[in-house]
């Protein structure tokens, strides 16, 4: 059973850092694509990076330049280093995963991704 666990959210004060785990377990996911979304209060959720297998990185333009994914395959764990913190950083944060079954879809995209964490939540105060 393919199980992706989120740790590292919290509350910071803007221009803080945060840095957020997601563990895997059930699978090695180092050949894959692997995600960060997030849901801010009363919105949908949204891309905010990704990685893929051959180490290629994508962030969202509200990101770029402050947030940096990477993964530890030998841990097989996915990392998203978040720093100088905005208030409008304030989310839930979701790792995701893909099989390989829906390379029809863009890493940017959560269609692309079969399996989810729970979620952590940040809290960016003013």
């Known amino acids: 059973q393919v199980q992706l666990v989120e740790s590292g959210g919290g509350l910071v004060q803007a221009g803080g850092s945060l840095r957020l785990s997601c563990a895997a377990s059930?699978?090695?996911?180092?050949?894959?694509?692997l995600g960060w979304f997030r849901r801010a209060p009363g919105k949908e959720r949204e891309f905010v990076s990704a990685?893929?297998?051959?180490?290629?990185?994508y962030y969202a333009d509200s990101v770029k330049g402050r947030f940096t994914i990477s993964r530890d395959s030998a841990k097989n764990t996915l990392y998203l280093q978040m720093n100088s913190l905005k208030p409008e950083d304030t989310a839930v944060y979701y790792c995701?995963?893909?099989?390989?079954?829906?390379?029809?879809?863009?890493?940017?995209?959560?269609?692309?991704?079969?399996?989810w964490g729970q979620g952590t939540q940040v809290t960016v105060s003013s």
């Open positions: 995701a995963a893909d099989s390989g079954r829906r390379m029809a879809y863009i890493v940017t995209t959560e269609q692309r991704y079969d399996y």
């Open positions: 990685i893929v297998w051959g180490g290629s990185t």
């Open positions: 059930g699978r090695t996911f180092s050949n894959y694509a």
